[in-house]
Structures are given as C-alpha cells and as structure tokens.
C-alpha cells in the first residue's frame, strides 16, 4: 500500500521506488515517549508501503543510529522530539519538526507532510507542525539548559571557596574572613573562585545555544561576562545572574535574526563560525555597555545614597529592607549594593548594619537546600544534590549556592528569598547583631566576629525557615497548576485510609478503601473476583511483619519479563480512583514480592518522578517508576482498572493499563530503561492492548504479558 497523498518516485526504468524516510525520536524525562513515538511512525510507515528507520535518542543512549549512507539515500526526516536534536546532519533534505506527541498520534499525518517539506540547509528554519503536546516553551528550555551547565560550576566553585575558607582562613578586622597569601589553601581559594567567576558567563552561553544554536554560543558567553563585570559600564556591582539570563536571550534571538539576512552563496559557509558571532558579540557587548550598563551604573549608586539616609531609621525596617537587596540576586548588583554598604560603615564604627547583611547571606543557600529535603517530590536528582551543597555553602556565608534555585524557578525561589532575608534582617536589627567582618553566614559566628551571637542564629533559623516553606508552597502551587490539578488537596468521596504496606504505620497518605465484590469485574468471572480479593490482603506487607516482606517467591512460581513481573505482583482489578492511590496501590503490590524494604519511600520516588512530568503514555496506559533503594532488586508490577484513572496523559486517555517499575539506585544500571523500552514498544500494538484488557485472570495476564520479549 503507497501514501494517497503523494505518488511513490519512480526509478529510471519507470519501475515504482519504495519511498525511504528518516525519524529521530526524543523526549526529556523518561524514555517511554520516545519508544512509543518510535513505534507508531514504524507501524505507519509499514501499513503505507514506505521504508523508515527510527534513531531514538533516550536516556540510555541514542539507538539504531542513522548513519551517513541512511541520510543520504532517505527522501525526507521526521523529528519528533520535545529536546534539541542536532539537524546539521540533514542538510539537503526535507525536514520536519514537531513534538514527540505528534509522533504518536499522529504518524501518518507526519509521514504524508514530510515529503512536501522544505529542503533543510544549514541555517533554514526547519519546517514544523502545530499540536506538539504539552510542550514547555522554547524560552523555557533554553533556561533549563543554561541552568544545567551551570550547576557544577557553582557547586565546585562554592564549595572549594567554603573548604579554603573554613580550613585555611581567619578573621580580619580590616579584611573580613583572610586566607594567609601564597598558602596552598589561598591556591585552593583561587581555584574555586575561578569556577564561580565562570559560572555567570556558562549560564549566557548555554540559553543563547539553546536558542540559536553553536553561532551564538560564543556571543552568549562574552555578553554573560559584560554583565557580570561592572567595571567595563563603570559599576562598582556587575549585574550578575539576572544581567546573565537577559544577555542569553538576547545573544539568542540576535543570531536567529542575523541567520535571517540573505547573504551571496560564497559568504554561506563563514556565516556560522565567523561573521554571525563577530556581529553578534560586537552588537550585544556594545548595546549592554552603552545601553544597559550606563542605568545599571545610575542606579546602584543613588540607590547606596538612599541606603545612607536611611541610618537613622528604624533598625527594623533598615534590616528588612538590606535583607530583601541581599536575597534579591544573590551576588548580583542589588545584593552587592547592601554589601558595600553595611561593610563600608564598619570602618566608621557603625557594625550592626553588617550584623542585619551577615545574617540574610545564609538564607538563600540554606533555606533552598531545606526546601530540597521536606519536599522532595518536588525537586529532581540533581536538584536534591545541588540543594545539599546550597546547605553547605549556606554555612559560609556563599549566597550564590542559591542561584540554580533561582535561576530555574525566579517567579517562585526569589519572592521566597527576599521574604526570608527580610525576616533575618529584621530580626537581627531588631536585637541589635553586629559584626565586625565584611562576610556573613554561621562561619563568621563561629570565628567569633559577630556580637549577639544566639540572637544572629535565631535571624538565621527564623529566615531559612521561611524562605523553606515559601518555596515549597509557592512551587507546589506552580506546579499544580501547570498539571491543571486543584490548588487545594480535597479528599475524594471514595478514598478511606486502608493499610498498604508501611503507609499506614508511618501515616504516609492513604489509598481508596477496596470496592465490594461485584458478580463480574472487567471481564472476570466471579471464582478469579474472589482470587483477586483474597491476593488484595497478602499484597500490602508492612514493616511490623518483616518476614513477609523479605520472604522471596517460589522458585517455581511463573516468570515474565526476565522474571521481574511475577503472579504476585499482578492484579486484576485496582481499587484506586485517583493518580495517587493508584500508586500507593501499586507500591503495596510490588512489596508482595518481598523486594520492597520501604513501601513509603517507593511510594515518594515514584510520585517524585510525576512531578517532573506525566507517566500516563496515551493509549490508556500508564507506567510509573522509581529508582531507588527502597527495594533490593528490580521489580514490575501491573494492574488494570476498569473505569481508567486520570494520569494527565498527552492525549487525555484515562490509564486502563498501569505497570509500575522499581530498580535499586545502586547497580541498576540501565535495566529500567530496559524495561521501559520494551513495554513502550510492545504496548503500541492495538492487539496485545486487546489481548491484556481481555485477559480474564491473573494466569491469562502472564500468558499475554510473556509475549513482550
């Protein structure tokens, strides 16, 4: 069979060619969507009569790679993917470029768009469908990924600072915390502020790459030092992390404009690597000298006059309002503004205004760390670990540790900070903290420069504390909101607390109460109704009874995928109506297994995975899962429910299918995604989604479930 829209080419003998085309695949969280986008393209390719081959490019790496000899020999390329995928390669070709959605929904649609596509050329804008999914936006990931490479700078930066300042420093009346001049901690010193002096420039680069791709990469950086070095536009403050993210998008959007002016066909190929960032740099370091950094400058010094009338003020408000300058942009022109100031007036005498910036320095870093540990749902891994070293650079004084926080959140971590540097500020103004060095943060108490010690840690406790719970609510919020959820928690009608495994120990949620028997459930009899009852009350060992949660299945019970899936962790019938009782449920089935040593922190790892973006797949299917030490070996679960369960899905197909993964964080290796990638390919076959609704009971599951190889 040949695509309608559009005849098949034909070869020289006048012999009708099989039409050969190209995808790639992709999608930024988990590998399900890519595998599944895959798989649809592959079978719409096959019922239309054309050649495709599929590169997907997952989280375990990119697979079935397209060579040079596919590219050149394809009649046109698919790219569904919701990340950057590099299109160099497909110069010459027609491209498209849509979500990783549209793959999946809408193959043949993509398929038959394809080959009326432009040719891609090196600079051209690639051709695009509307309807991509519920995609962030393009401003949107060009800051995640700025975010991304700059974290380890921060974190090596701030946390070598911290170890040469806590081992080899001492305090100084005339210089703040000193590090004695040509010691190897003074080297260790150099090191650390090295990373930190790039840190600012790496976040410009990477959100003008990420926009306008390698030409605006260099353009991106220079901009992101212009802003962060206040003495080229005669500011005594650079404009730090907020001049950094606005010279990023700017080198961006003005390399995309430059790759728009049509040039003579001998001046192409120089375009990228020499005249579009020679232009770019020029323009965007002039316009921020000249243009931004001039008001910059204006500014901050009339807002330090401002500051210096206001020393007769209240003690309250002057501590306030230097803590809100110091959480504003951590390191920034604000921040350093209310630096300078209250350590200028030491010399004068005058330490308590030093006393109010010294306790709002920690804040930040220590109330975005805390933040990372009580809500954890809400962070992702490297954000958990970023939050740990924010806690430590919090201890020494090194307001920066927060500005990943910031940077990837501002609407909702800089309120919170401002919020929670305000209090410390007040607090310690209003008991009168001084210190008599130009630093701040716990490290400063403890080398005995500050006066008032117990009350300057209650400013801190008290500030960190509510710069904590700020962000959590505020981006709990965000985030519900962008799931489309209810703002507020409201307990459904049908839910009651049952035991499940740990949960009901520790008081960690609970999952609805189990339906009554019905004569049939979802094409079962009533004899496997009854089975699935009585397996429901051995499916949810808790902690009090340890022997049945380590107890291993038989060694001749029946195996499925690599015996991951076993009769007991599959259930006919959930009982759950909501998205969180379904994997409560799910977590108390896998712990029938003995495999699971935590039902709870199973339970969190998988509704921490949610948070960062839906398990539901479309097609009415669902696959949540965790990595994590809560079990000791890889484990798989499945369950159906009959009235399907609203997982946010992308095509917004309530789940009728739920499987549920666990793998150890340690030694996993790449076995979830394994897992993952088989389950997503074989789900996409109408027939086998047929087969396991139709199954009638736990024995006919396996048999269906035994196909995915």
Known sequence: MTNPASPPPTGGDGEQKRLKLLAVTACPTGIAHTYMAAEKLSQAAERLGI???????????????????????????????????????FAGKRVITVGVAEGIHHPERLIEQVQSAPVHTADATVASTSGGGKERSVAYKALMNGVSYMIPFVVVGGLLIAISLSLGGHTDPSGGLVIPKDSFWMDVNNIGVIGFTLMVPILSGYIAYAIGDRPALVPGMIGGWIANTGSLYDSKAGAGFIGAIVTGFLAGYLVLWIKKVKVPKFAQPIMP??????????????????????????????????????????????????????????????????????AGLIATGNQTVMGMCAAAIPVMPLGQGVATLIRKRLYTEQERETGLASLFMGCFGISEGAIPFAAARPAQVIPANMLGGAVAGAVAGLAGVEDAVPHGGPIVALLGAV??????????????????????????????????????????????????????????????????????????????????????????????????ATTPPPASEDRVLSGHLTEQTVKVQLDAGDKESAIREMAGLLAASGRVDDVEELVRTALRREAQGTTGLGEEIAIPHAKTDAVSAPVVGFARSAEGIEWGALDDTRAKLVFMIAVPEAAAGDEHLRILALLSRKLMDPAFRERLTAAGDTAAILDVLREIQ
């Open 51 to 89: 050649d495709m081959k599929v590169e997907t490019q997952g989280s375990i790496g990119a697979e079935n790679v397209l060579d040079d000899n596919d590219v050149n020999t394809a009649d046109g390329v698919i790219v569904a993917a919701d990340k950057d995928v590099d299109l160099s390669r």
């Open 273 to 342: 690597i020499i005249v579009i960032p020679i232009v770019a740099t020029t323009a965007l370091g002039m316009f921020f000298i000249y243009v931004i950094g001039k008001p910059i400058s204006w500014v901050f010094e009339h807002l330090t006059s401002w500051l210096s009338g206001m020393t007769g003020t209240s003690a309250v408000l002057l501590g306030a309002i230097l803590g809100l300058m110091i959480a504003f942009d951590m390191g920034g022109p604000v921040n350093k503004t209310a630096f300078l100031f209250g």
């Open 451 to 548: 006066g008032g010690v117990p009350m300057f840690f209650v400013a801190v406790a008290i500030g960190t504390a509510v710069t904590a719970l700020t962000t959590v609510t505020l981006v709990d919020l965000a985030e519900r909101r962008r799931r489309g959820e209810p703002l507020v928690d409201v307990p459904s009608p049908r839910s009651e607390p049952v035991l499940v495994g740990a949960g009901a120990l520790t008081g960690g949620g609970t999952v609805s109460a189990p339906k009554a028997p019905q004569a049939t459930t979802g094409g079962a009899t009533p004899a496997t109704t009854s089975k699935a009852s009585t397996a429901t009350k051995a499916e949810a060992p808790s902690k009090a009874s340890p022997a049945a």
